[in-house]
């Protein structure tokens, strides 16, 4: 079983209790209802799939029900940091740095 962190619960909680909400840090466009069906199909649909450091948006929906975001390896699985839903990405040696789960 996974434990992850809740940055706004500061507890370690089992995986059971949240859910992936998809990629962080998307950039949206400012005038969606402006652009082309082609650029929209592209902000909607389409994702990096990297293997490796990855940032992700996470939900605790059986604790607090707030979102968040991870940074996790997709190839281990190791969650190597969680941080509050606004809170700049932080930059990847950071990441590699940080302690298991246990940023706030």
């Known amino acids: ?9 500061r507890e ?3 995986e059971l209790e949240f859910r992936w909400a998809g990629e962080a840090h998307v950039a949206r466009p400012e005038n969606i209802a402006d652009i082309s069906d082609e650029a929209f199909a592209e902000f909607f649909f389409m994702r990096d799939n990297d293997k490796g450091l990855v940032f992700e948006r996470w939900r ?5 029900g707030r979102f968040f975001n991870a940074a996790r390896d997709t190839v281990s699985d ?7 839903a606004g809170e700049p990405k932080p930059d990847r ?3 590699l740095n940080a302690q298991k789960g246990s940023h706030e």
Do not use: A, N, Q, W
């Open 60 to 64: 605790h929906i059986h604790g607090c």
């Open 1 to 9: 079983m996974l434990l992850i962190r809740c940055p706004y619960c």
């Open 93 to 95: 040696e950071t990441v």
């Open 12 to 14: 370690d909680r089992s």
């Open 78 to 84: 190791r969650f190597y940091m969680t941080y509050k």
